[in-house]
């Protein structure tokens, strides 16, 4: 019966569509690509009133195929990709994109400059009005393009300059490309979002031509706007900028505050350490503290001898002084049940005597005074440098020896 055809005709497709995604998964492009042939020619002889939608599953299938078989060829892909954009207006212009970031991927970049044009001059009713975000999407990647021609032009004119030469065309053509790199780059950095690269890109155009006051309103508002998602890179591209251009530490602080709120792991916390212990302000150098504490509570510290440096460099002057001792008690009452472990070990001290001595000093001297003479850490490298002569173990195992009573302290 006409039911009964209509249902074995369905099972049969949701069968094959399972066989090309185990092929996938497999990595067997040519069985998953022989399937889809299947696939398609099945969705040809289907009579059915029911509109099935597949154009965006065979467009995605094909496109992961056609990049990973071996015997695919830029022509296939170029005419796989044609075909999609035919089969489906709503998603036309992803599929310009899409086919922009194969075409970019394999060097072709006046190939993709010349899609992402057919693409933004493209118009088809009211889809122009509904896809309007990935036709911003569009002119924001000529955009970036119309960036890369500029940053080579400008190349060429930085070594024409160096050798006394003036090339007035090249001149030109780099200021058409700032131009139209400028006006879709600012457009997109508008939008709330996470727009790194462009937003990278505009603020370098911005700061060449010495526009200083708009790229540095540009990073404000990335960074501080709350319509735009939380985003550590825009804090440390304004932390950068304003380095660059000899803000106060306090701006520079400012910028480091927040981003120590939300990657308190970043590799700039050992910049912001290095900045608060040297304030005269007593709360900033207490942040300070925190902040190299909590960078060390990350496996990717572990082996930073800048960080461990930093930190025992602070704890020795709190230890000296004998004040602020409850600093360190603050600090170290959260860690004290799992940091010996994950720091202190004996074999850890082996390891890092070996590889580094420079970092197993460091620790040492942090795991003596947060734990006492008697840490196996501090035991074991104290006793490795001092049978190695080496003058700065030895005056390390003095300086334990000697503030032992701090551990007491510091361990209530």
């Known amino acids: 019966s006409s039911r009964e055809h209509k249902l074995n005709f369905k099972k049969s497709k949701e069968v094959c569509l399972s066989y090309i995604q185990d092929a996938m998964l497999q990595k067997q492009w040519k069985r998953a690509a022989e399937f889809l042939t299947f696939y398609v020619e099945s969705l040809e002889k289907d009579y059915s009133t029911q509109y099935m939608g597949p154009s965006e599953m065979i467009w995605r299938i094909g496109t992961e195929i056609l990049c ?68 911003k999407l569009i002119q924001a990647y000529k955009g970036l393009l119309d960036y890369y021609s500029w940053s080579k032009q400008k190349n060429i004119l ?128 207490r942040l300070g503290l925190e902040v190299i504490f909590a960078g060390l509570d990350y496996a990717g510290w572990k082996e930073n001898v800048k960080a461990w440096s930093c930190l025992a460099r602070q704890v020795k002057q709190i230890v000296i002084s004998e004040k602020h001792l409850d600093w360190i008690k603050q600090e170290w009452s959260s860690r004290k049940d799992w940091w010996p472990a994950f720091h202190f070990s004996r074999y850890l001290a082996k390891r890092n005597w070996q590889e580094n001595e420079s970092l197993s000093h460091e620790k040492a001297l942090v795991a003596g005074i947060l734990l006492g003479k008697d840490c196996k850490y501090f035991k074991y490298v104290s006793h490795q440098g001092c049978k190695a002569q080496v003058k700065r173990f030895r005056i390390l195992k003095k300086f334990v020896n000697k503030h032992n009573p701090v551990y007491l302290r510091i361990c209530g």
């Open 68 to 135: 990973h078989h071996s015997h695919s060829s830029m022509k296939e892909f170029n005419s796989f990709i044609e075909q999609m954009k035919t089969l489906g207006v709503k998603r036309y212009l992803k599929v310009c994109l899409e086919h922009t970031f194969h075409l970019l991927c394999n060097g072709l970049i006046d190939e993709a400059y010349q899609n992402l044009s057919l693409a933004e001059s493209w118009r088809f009713g009211e889809q122009t009005v509904i896809q309007d975000k990935e036709m």
């Open 158 to 285: 930085l070594e024409h300059d160096q050798d006394g030469f003036e090339d007035l065309s090249v001149e030109q053509e780099m200021h058409s490309c700032f131009r139209k790199a400028a006006v879709n780059l600012k457009e997109i950095i508008k939008i709330p979002g996470v727009w790194d690269l462009f937003v990278k890109c505009y603020v370098d155009l911005l700061e060449f031509y010495g526009d200083h006051d708009e790229a540095r309103q540009v990073l404000n508002e990335y960074a501080y706007n709350s319509k735009f998602p939380a985003n550590p890179n825009a804090h440390v591209y304004l932390y950068h900028f304003l380095k660059r251009h000899g803000e106060s530490k306090k701006s520079l602080i400012s910028a480091l505050k927040i981003l120590h709120d939300i990657v308190p792991s970043h590799e700039l916390m050992i910049d912001f350490n290095t900045m608060l212990q040297k304030s005269r302000k007593r709360k900033k150098r």
